[in-house]
């Protein structure tokens, strides 16, 4: 059963510290999303990757927040420094093109970020 | 981008169907329409997409009007573990990513 891992599951930092959350997406999806969730902003894309490839970071903030994809099987994002509105749940997504335009994306368990 | 509209809450009897509507009155003659939910705590679930035809799978149907401008996401014997956000998720000319709205949150009753 093919599943999108995510690591830390929870993390809890202090305001200023570096966070790196880091996604192995399921093997053979060519595509990697990264989106937020907070109760205020709902469901909210950061950035996505085809095949390794940045193809959008338009939501993301990016004077803080990085994204990239050292290899296939691991996605990273990475917030540097952290404050207390980053405090969101991080959910990493993977997928394959199914029929020309759209995907169906795969979701991992997420990570619940807490900045203090 | 094709706009979805969406009731806030619907309860659903324990083993009856659940119909959950979704109203994309301004998508375009090409663009999908796809169902995701999302149980408390866990990730967003895709569940199925449709173009014009009705589908179905182990999950759920997908009734799409002939004019294409609404759709109703049936799970035919809805059980506790059903209770989620359902998403319907208006497709972004030329974004592969997905946008989510607000959802319908379906509450199934014991």
């Known amino acids: 059963d093919a599943r999108v891992t995510q690591t830390p599951r929870h993390k809890v930092t202090e305001m200023g510290q570096e966070v790196t959350m880091r996604c192995q997406p399921i093997?053979?999806?060519?595509?990697v999303f990264w989106y937020r969730q907070t109760m205020m902003q709902g469901l909210e894309l950061l950035a996505y990757f085809r095949n390794r490839a940045p193809l959008d970071d338009s939501g993301m903030p990016k004077d803080r927040f990085s994204a990239e994809m050292p290899d296939a099987t691991l996605a990273t994002l990475k917030i540097q420094p952290s404050e207390p509105r980053d405090s969101a749940v991080y959910f990493c997504?993977?997928?394959?093109?199914?029929?020309?335009?759209?995907?169906?994306?795969?979701f991992g368990p997420g990570t619940r970020l807490t900045v203090t | 981008d094709a706009k979805t509209t969406q009731p806030p809450s619907m309860d659903c009897a324990e083993g009856r169907a659940a119909n959950l509507p979704c109203n994309h009155s301004?998508?375009?003659?090409?663009?999908?329409v796809y169902w995701y939910r999302q149980i408390h705590s866990q990730g967003p679930q895709y569940i199925i997409h449709g173009l014009k035809n009705n589908e179905t799978n182990e999950m759920a149907s997908l009734i799409i009007t002939e004019d294409r401008k609404s759709s109703t996401l049936i799970l035919p014997h809805a059980t506790l573990r059903d209770t989620a956000v359902y998403y319907c998720i208006p497709p972004k000319a030329g974004r592969r990513a997905l946008t989510f709205g607000s959802g319908t949150r379906l509450q199934v009753q014991p």
């Open positions: 301004t998508i375009s003659g090409n663009e999908y």
């Open positions: 997504a993977s997928g394959i093109i199914v029929q020309g335009a759209q995907y169906e994306q795969y």
């Open positions: 093997l053979g999806h060519n595509t």
